[in-house]
């Protein structure tokens, strides 16, 4: 597992719920750098990659609002799409019963980190 320093994401504080959420880069093992957001919701902390299941875009278009204006659903900022925050099931759109890959995460602390083995995480220019 990567050292913990690597795998810091954020500070827990920088997770509203259903607010903004914090994008970061996964090096995967292969060596691709993978986009990913992760956010709060009801309390919990997700995380998905930032790729949208109609067509591979980003889903927040680089500002890391991915809410709607409910606060309960992830919307596609392209066309539209509707994702269960804490499933990642799209319910609405062109790419309806399909899922967003989750990235493992946890809150320790006062931080939140990337749970994945063979990632290394880090901060975009976000803040
Ligand atoms: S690209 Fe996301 S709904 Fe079309």
Same mark, same amino acid.
């Given at each position: 597992?990567?050292?913990?320093? !690597?795998?810091?994401?954020?500070?827990? *504080? &920088?997770?509203? &719920?259903?607010?903004?959420?914090?994008?970061? !880069?996964?090096?995967?093992?292969?060596?691709?750098?993978?986009? *990913?957001? $992760?956010?709060? #919701?009801?309390?919990?902390?997700?995380? #998905?990659?930032?790729?949208?299941?109609?067509?591979? $875009?980003?889903?927040?278009?680089? &500002?890391?609002? $991915?809410? &709607?204006?409910?606060?309960? #659903?992830?919307?596609?900022?392209?066309?539209?799409?509707? #994702?269960?925050?804490?499933?990642?099931?799209?319910?609405?759109?062109?790419?309806?019963?399909?899922?967003?890959?989750? $990235?493992?995460?946890?809150?320790?602390?006062?931080?939140?980190?990337?749970?994945?083995?063979?990632?290394?995480?880090?901060?975009?220019?976000?803040?």
């Amino acid at each position: 597992m990567a050292e913990t320093a !690597d795998r810091l994401i954020c500070a827990s *504080a &920088d997770l509203v &719920d259903s607010g903004k959420s914090v994008r970061f !880069d996964i090096t995967a093992a292969s060596g691709r750098t993978v986009s *990913a957001l $992760v956010f709060r #919701y009801q309390g919990q902390v997700f995380a #998905y990659h930032n790729s949208c299941r109609h067509i591979p $875009v980003e889903l927040d278009l680089a &500002d890391g609002e $991915v809410f &709607d204006l409910t606060g309960h #659903y992830l919307v596609c900022s392209m066309h539209g799409a509707l #994702y269960q925050p804490d499933s990642g099931r799209c319910v609405g759109g062109p790419c309806r019963g399909q899922r967003l890959t989750p $990235v493992p995460v946890s809150e320790q602390n006062g931080q939140v980190f990337c749970e994945t083995a063979t990632a290394h995480c880090h901060m975009e220019n976000q803040r």
